[in-house]
Structure formats: C-alpha cells, structure tokens
C-alpha cells in the first residue's frame, strides 16, 4: 500500500474521462481504488456537491431491512498489520435520530470477520455519534466500544490500527499526538487489513423504520501504512 494509497476526492474524478457520466464532472459509480460497490437493499451513487473543496460526493442510502447495506469496497490492502484511514461523513440529513437508531458507516475485515467498525448513532438530543467498535480480549464482551460526538456539517473521522497492540481515533481532531480515543489494549489475535467498507449497512430496527430512504454524505477516503493523515 502506497504511502498516500488514494483519495476518494471526486472533483478529480472528471479529469478521467467520464464523458457522458449523468452529472457532469461526476462518474456514474465509484472509481478505482474503489473495486465494487457492494450494495443489497440500499444505493451507494456519486452525486455532486462534494465536501471539502471536492465537486461531487458518496451518497449512500439504505432502502431494506436490517440485514441491507450501501457501500464502495476497496480490496486494495494487502493483508496490513497496520492500517490508518480517515473519511468524511455528513449526516445532517438523520434529523433527530435517536439513541437506538444507528448503523455502520465503516469498516475494515480481515478473514477473520471486521477488525474496526464504525458506526453513526443518534445522541438522544438532537445530535450524533460516531461509535467504534474493535475487538479487546481484555474488555467485557471482549470489544472496546465507544463513541464520540460529530458536528453539524461535515466531520473528519481518522483511525490508527496496529495489531501489535494499539487502536486510536480522531474526530474533527488534527492533533497526531492527543486522539479522542486511544487504547492500548488492543487486541485482535494478529488479523490483518485485507479490505475496507464505506458507507451505510447493518441498521438497527429503528433506523429501518424512521431513515430508509435517507442518503448520508461520504467524501475524502484516504489510507495509509503508517503517517497521520489529518486535515
């Protein structure tokens, strides 16, 4: 994996040669890194008005039941014992989602199943989450599970895994040195990176009933080996 591997920075995307894309300047699906788009019932699609000075975004939506998920793969990791991303995410259009309306936003697999996943949550006053989810075998149930509040408008989430032992995340956080997050207990058996998730999946009943049809923002996608990303 490349130093810089990719950026899913769609204003660039028109530069490709996507003549003939529905909206011009926007592909009509993802384009590499981005593999697939993995979807059942749900719609990931690239739309315009992109985050951060970019021309067009992921827009991902979920329209099944619990079992539905909306996301780009990217298969580009080659089994990485270490593995740092950050994305993204706008979620200003789940209006007052609750505390137990939530689905997963992110993830990244090894063979042996998910070894960081993300997720968005209401906060029960009108705001939102952003939850983690890595495997502990120290901590009960043997995950760490937390979560971290977003802003209003978009929202910069990067994390830093290391299966020698470390996992830490930052939210709308440009500081390297002080994560929200940071545990160093850590502990998925050595599983590796092997390939990443973006966009919504795996809703919770509510969320089914209250946000089916609802299509949140993703912008920005960027991994790396080892050197914090930031903004």
Known sequence: MNTKMK???LALVGLAGYAGSAVAGCPGSPVPPWTAVAALGGTATIVPGGYAGTACHLASA????????????????AAEPRYR???????DSLTNLGLVDAAFIFSATSGAGPQVQLAVVGDGAGGHLVTYIVP????????????????????????????SGHFKIWVNNNVEASPNFETTTFNNGGATIETAFLGLAGPTPSFVAGFNGTAVGF????????TFIGF
Request: proline share 3%; net charge negative; aromatic share 6%.
């Open 7 to 9: 950026v899913l920075a």
């Open 62 to 77: 979920l329209t099944g039941d619990a079992t539905s998920f909306a996301t780009v793969e990217d298969d580009t990791p």
């Open 85 to 91: 991303a950050q994305f993204i995410i706008n979620a």
């Open 136 to 163: 502990d075998t120290t901590a009960a149930g043997g995950s760490d599970v937390g979560s971290i509040p977003l802003a209003a408008g978009e929202n910069h989430v990067e994390f830093d895994l290391d299966n």
């Open 219 to 226: 912008d920005q996608f960027d991994s790396r080996r080892s």
